[in-house]
């Protein structure tokens, strides 16, 4: 069984909005920072932002902060991004990522910091 499956990928037109979801299986979830990370065409994976275990802390990467939002359901062990006011610059195939047992020091971001990863769903915006 995959332990990070994300969903809601596609296109769309400049402007626009996405929700994406990563539904992690396996109750140990519920204590994890999940994060995101995307990769566009040619270039390296870059953090996108994460989520605390219970949602009371979040972080972002200055070019998605007040457009994108991360919240968790830990009652049905999802992670959702809220991505709002998508550019072209934002296509990319988003991650989701944990970190369990949570480990890492918050404001850090390394890679090799997430035990797990998605297979990664893809975001395509048009101009």
């Known amino acids: 069984q995959v332990p990070l499956v994300e969903s809601g990928g596609g296109l769309v037109q400049d402007g626009g909005s996405l929700r994406l979801s990563c539904a992690a299986s396996?109750?140990?979830?519920?204590?994890?920072?999940m994060a995101w990370f995307r990769q566009a065409p040619g270039k390296e994976r870059e953090f996108v932002g994460q989520?605390?275990?219970?949602?009371?802390?979040?972080e972002y990467e200055d070019s998605v902060k007040g457009r994108f939002t991360i919240s968790r359901d830990n009652t049905k062990n999802t992670v959702v991004l809220q991505m709002n006011r998508l550019k072209p610059e934002d296509t990319a195939v988003y991650y989701c990522a944990a970190d369990v047992p949570p480990l890492l020091a918050w404001g850090t971001h390394l890679e090799s910091e997430y035990e797990y990863w998605g297979q990664g769903t893809q975001v395509t915006v048009s101009s």
């Open positions: 989520i605390n275990y219970n949602g009371g802390n979040t």
């Open positions: 396996g109750s140990r979830f519920t204590l994890a920072i």
